[in-house]
């Protein structure tokens, strides 16, 4: 059974950085396609940052220039780095993983960000 799990969240002031990780187990497959994605309370998950297999990358608009998503070393892994953190990027940010045509999720890790 595949299992997802991040880490990396917590409390920063604007202007820091925090960086997430993100490793998927229990599969031989390698991973097609890795993503963040963020929620806050009363609004949908939205699409953080994408990579795939091949390494090309997708950001949405508001994270761009500021955050950088890349692979691990290690076998499905995935990290985010988030600079000039603001108080908007607040949310629990979860990991995708879409191994063959299924897509899995972590438990999501709480980022906040303090004016």
């Known amino acids: 059974q595949v299992q997802v799990v991040e880490s990396g969240g917590g409390l920063v002031q604007a202007g820091g950085s925090l960086r997430l990780s993100c490793a998927a187990s229990g599969t031989f497959f390698d991973a097609n396609v890795m993503a963040w994605y963020r929620q806050t309370p009363g609004k949908e998950r939205e699409l953080v940052a994408v990579i795939t297999a091949g390494g090309t990358t997708n950001y949405a608009d508001s994270v761009k220039g500021r955050f950088t998503i890349s692979r691990g070393n290690a076998k499905n892994t995935v990290y985010l780095q988030m600079n000039s953190l603001k108080p908007e990027d607040t949310a629990v940010y979860y990991c995708?993983?879409?191994?063959?045509?299924?897509?899995?999720w972590g438990q999501g890790t709480q980022v906040t960000v303090s004016s």
């Open positions: 995708n993983i879409r191994i063959r045509t299924i897509d899995y």
